[in-house]
C-alpha cells in the first residue's frame, strides 16, 4: 500500500505540528508514509532517519516566484501528472484547498481523505487535523512530534564538538524569521549568566544567517560567556540535529528549532512574543513562556522586549529539577 500526506505549508514548524497525524497514518496501515511538502520546509534535512517516513516529494509552487513547475492551472496538471507515477492508494490532504482536491482525482488516487473544504479562514490547523484522522480512522492523537536522529551521529557529534554529560547542554534558538520573534541578546545573557552561576553549562547557538540575526550572535559571542558557546549557523539543520539531541535542555524562539528541540524529545522552553500559543504549546515537551501583562499572545502582540528572564530562569530550574 502507498500513502501520501500533502503539507503545503511554507517552512519547518508547520511540517513538524503534522508529524503525529502522519505517523498515526503510518500505524494505521502500517506502512511508511511519503510527503508532499514545499522545498522550504527542508523536510529532507531531519527526516531522513524518522522510520514512518519514506519518500519525499518537493511541492515546486509558490505564486511569488515565477516558471516553477507546480505553479498555476498547468502546474497542477504536471503536478497531478507526477503523482499519478507513484501509483498512492490513499491520500491525506492537510488543507482545505479545492485545488488539490481535484489534483487528487486527477492522480487517480481512489481514497482522498482531507480537511473540509473552503474553511481555510481562521482554520485551527491541530483542530481539524485532530478531527481528520478521529472522523477517518477512528483514531484520538495524543502523541507528540516525533523526529528520529541516528545514534551513531549524536555519538559523533558529542566527540566532534567535545559535550560532556558534565556540562547543562543547552541550546539556545536565538533566531526567527522575522524581527517581532527576535528576543533580544541581553534576555538570552541574563538567563545565560544566572544559569551559569549554579551550573557549569555550554551553550549551542542557534540562528540563521540575516543580518539582524547575527547581530543577536555577535553580541552574545562578543560577551564574558563566549567560551561557553558554540555558534551552529554555519551548520545544516541536518547537522544540527544530533548536536541539539546532545542537548539537556532548550530555550527557543519561536522560530525552526523549537519545533525540532522538541520533536527530538528536548525539553523546550518558547518565547512566544508575536505568534499564536498553539505553536508553542503543541507538544508536551514545550514549555511556553509570553509577555509580561498579557493574557494571551497572538500575531500583532510585538511583546519581545516584554520577555521576562527571570521567568525563563525559573523554568529552566522547574524542568531541570
Do not use: W
Not at 524569521?177 to 551559569?196: Q, W, Y
Not at 542537548?247 to 523549537?258: K, P
Amino acid at each position: 500500500m502507498k500513502i501520501l500526506a500533502v503539507q503545503n505549508r511554507m517552512g519547518i514548524g508547520d511540517t513538524v505540528i503534522f508529524l503525529p497525524f502522519i505517523e498515526a497514518i503510518s500505524k494505521k496501515f502500517n506502512t511508511p508514509i511519503d510527503l508532499l511538502v514545499q522545498e522550504n520546509s527542508k523536510s529532507e534535512q531531519y527526516l531522513k532517519d524518522t522510520e514512518y517516513i519514506d519518500k519525499i516529494i518537493i511541492l515546486e509552487r509558490n505564486n511569488k516566484i515565477k516558471n516553477l513547475k507546480h505553479n498555476g492551472f498547468l502546474g497542477s496538471i504536471k503536478l497531478a501528472q507526477d503523482l499519478r507515477e507513484h501509483k498512492f492508494d490513499k491520500i491525506f490532504i492537510f488543507n482545505s484547498s479545492l485545488r488539490f482536491n481535484i489534483i487528487a482525482r486527477l492522480s487517480l488516487i481512489k481514497e482522498i481523505y482531507q480537511f473540509p473544504l473552503f474553511q481555510k479562514k481562521n482554520q485551527n490547523m491541530i483542530k481539524a487535523s485532530h478531527e481528520l484522522i478521529l472522523n477517518k480512522l477512528g483514531i484520538h492523537v495524543n502523541s507528540d512530534p516525533s523526529i528520529h536522529v541516528n545514534k551513531i551521529d549524536v555519538k559523533e557529534a558529542a566527540r566532534k564538538y567535545n559535550i560532556s554529560n558534565d556540562d547543562l547542554n543547552i541550546l539556545l534558538g536565538i533566531g526567527g524569521s522575522g524581527p517581532s520573534k527576535r528576543i533580544p541578546a541581553k534576555t538570552f545573557l541574563e538567563v545565560m549568566r544566572k544559569i551559569s552561576r549554579k551550573r557549569k553549562c555550554k551553550f549551542f547557538l542557534a540562528t540563521g544567517k540575516q543580518k539582524e540575526e547575527q547581530k543577536i550572535l555577535d553580541e552574545i559571542k562578543n560577551s564574558e560567556l563566549n567560551s561557553q558557546c558554540k555558534a551552529l549557523d554555519q551548520l545544516s539543520i541536518g547537522e544540527c540535529l544530533p548536536i541539539i539531541k546532545n542537548c539537556s535542555i532548550a530555550i527557543c524562539n519561536d522560530t525552526s528549532f523549537s519545533h525540532l528541540s522538541s520533536a527530538v524529545g528536548i525539553n523546550t522552553i518558547t518565547l512566544m512574543a508575536d505568534t499564536p500559543l498553539m505553536y508553542g504549546n503543541y507538544s508536551s515537551k514545550m514549555y511556553p513562556i509570553i509577555p509580561d501583562d498579557v493574557i494571551s499572545v497572538m500575531h500583532g502582540t510585538n511583546g519581545k522586549d516584554k520577555i521576562n528572564p527571570e521567568k525563563i530562569f525559573n523554568k529552566l530550574n522547574y524542568i531541570l529539577d
